[in-house]
């Protein structure tokens, strides 16, 4: 299936849309993105583990649970429409959810181990959809969303805060 067109998505979405430049499939995808996603993952430093680039930002565990979480709604969303399920998904606050996850008090290497099992998950069930599955749209968080959108919005938020954590953090 083709690269998601305007009005797949909410607009708030397109910035990681476009960070999926230059593939027009999920097949295209995983085959770009998903061992450069794990392999940039598996090299965080231990010791960067709670570092954070300023007071009040999230360390660098807040945001691989983050980058976790958001996958798991992303991936949920995505299986619920695809499965017919016509529910107006709710939205999350990610800000909560990072308030409440307990990050700090995990390893790094127990959020690499998790990210790197949901992300081979993720892949997994994206690349058993069908055209049909794929063209199958819902709504979240009152915003109608395509599965084959929610994809490429999957991997967009992945490499969003790849960048973020090069840029920033390492």
Not at 92 to 105: H, K, L, M, S, V
Not at 135 to 150: D, E, F, H, L, R
């Amino acid at each position: 299936m083709a690269r998601p067109s305007i009005g797949d998505y909410a607009s708030f979405y397109q910035a990681y849309i476009a960070k999926t430049e230059g593939c027009d499939s999920i097949t295209a995808l995983i085959a770009k993105y998903s061992d450069e996603i794990n392999a940039f993952i598996k090299s965080i430093p231990d010791d960067k583990a709670h570092f954070a680039y300023a007071e009040n930002k999230w360390t660098v565990n807040d945001l691989l649970q983050h980058m976790i979480d958001a996958e798991r709604i992303f991936t949920y969303r995505a299986l619920t429409f695809a499965r017919k399920d016509d529910k107006n998904l709710p939205g999350f606050d990610e800000n909560e959810y990072a308030a409440t996850a307990n990050a700090n008090n995990r390893t790094l290497q127990s959020l690499k181990e998790e990210f790197t099992a949901v992300r081979k998950s993720t892949d997994t069930f994206f690349a058993s959809l069908t055209e049909a599955q794929l063209q199958t749209q819902g709504k979240a968080n009152n915003n109608p969303v395509t599965v084959n959108a929610i994809a490429f919005i999957t991997f967009g938020h992945v490499l969003h805060h790849i960048q973020i954590l090069k840029e920033r953090y390492l």
